[in-house]
């Protein structure tokens, strides 16, 4: 317990305007022990904790930082914000592979969307344009794409990269939410978007808008439960890799204060049934990463998942933020634990280790009105 302890007091002081002398006045000791408290030499006697607590009106756990305490000032994240995402844009094109299986992705457009002459397409929320690259080799010749996003440096070097392809597509650096409806589409997509906006009934509202009659909106996005426990590395413990003690509150706090809704894959269906999208139904991408020695760019995938930042956080800064999205202290050195464990394994067993991992990425598709694109 004790290197779990982050006592508070200084900030409780500072934050109540009060000085170490008259914290040492009420409590009856001198001020150089109420200093040697605040820099942690030496800890106040146990008898004196119930006494802090009270005078600051907060919980003795509140007090030895076991708990966040309840007015702490939420640390968001920001997902929702163009300087966010434009500062992603390694982590976007290392993390690409583990999103699609080709064959799947042309399984969707030729046997169930039945796409069979050419569309316009518009990707909402389109990064530097992954999709474009994607899908526009599987669609009739003389289909259209368009992208929106509103992390200008994404667009740049996705206009860049859709020359080096050869794809014929365009990107437009604007927020989409607030974009001019001056043209209609066939099909209208977004991936990987609705999780970091908390509400996604405006953007699919919006996305509606910019559909045909007829047209094709199509959700997709990862489920953070799938995800965190669809991780398998051979010779480890499974359940400690799918332990997520405190996780629940880290996601709820960041569902209500930040913005951000890692249920949106298991919520799209129903707000798009709400919207009158017709025909709504829900699949799975098939995407499974199986890496071991022997394949191509094990090194590059071990990295990669080591660098993974949606699933665990390191250092004393990020104790703080998880702490602020409700976690306790223990919890949120649990929940940090294991990208430190995980490191260390495979540094010990250097090129010997295989893994699993599933992500969970849901398609969710309907119609917008009637007919077929």
Known sequence: ??????????????????????????????????????????????????????????????????????????????????????????????????????????????????????????????????????????????????????????????????????????????????????????????????????????????????????SLIVCIDSNRELESAGLFVDGMDYDFLCDRHGAEKHWKSEFENGNRDYAAAMRNAYVMRELGIQGVEVRMNDKVSFVCPEKEDYKQNVEDLLRQDVLWYYGSDEIERLMSHGMSREEAEQYSQKGRVLAEYFSEHKEDVCYTWFRGKTITFGRKGGGQV
């Open 1 to 214: 317990m004790k290197n779990r302890i982050q006592f508070q007091l200084s900030k409780l002081r500072r934050r109540k305007g009060v000085t170490q002398q008259e914290i040492a006045d009420i409590i009856g000791t001198s001020f150089q022990n109420v200093s040697k408290w605040e820099n942690g030499v030496t800890m106040p006697d146990i008898t004196v904790l119930p006494v802090l607590a009270s005078y600051f009106e907060v919980t003795v756990d509140e007090l030895l930082g076991l708990v966040p305490l309840k007015d702490e000032e939420y640390i968001c994240e920001e997902t929702d914000s163009r300087e966010f995402w434009n500062e992603r844009l390694e982590y976007l094109l290392r993390t690409k592979k583990s999103n699609w299986n080709t064959d799947y992705l042309k399984f969707l457009i030729q046997d169930v969307w039945k796409i069979k002459k050419p569309v316009d397409i518009l990707d909402c929320g389109c990064g530097y344009g992954y999709m474009a690259v994607m899908m526009m080799p599987l669609l009739p010749e003389g289909s259209t794409y368009t992208g929106i996003d509103f992390a200008d440096k994404l667009i740049e070097y996705g206009t860049e990269l859709l020359k080096e392809q050869g794809v014929k597509g365009k990107l437009v650096s604007t927020d989409f939410l607030s974009a001019s409806v001056k043209q209609h589409y066939d099909v209208v997509i977004t991936q990987s978007v609705l999780r970091h906006i908390g509400n996604s009934r405006p953007f699919i509202k919006k996305m509606m808008e910019f559909g045909k009659k007829g």
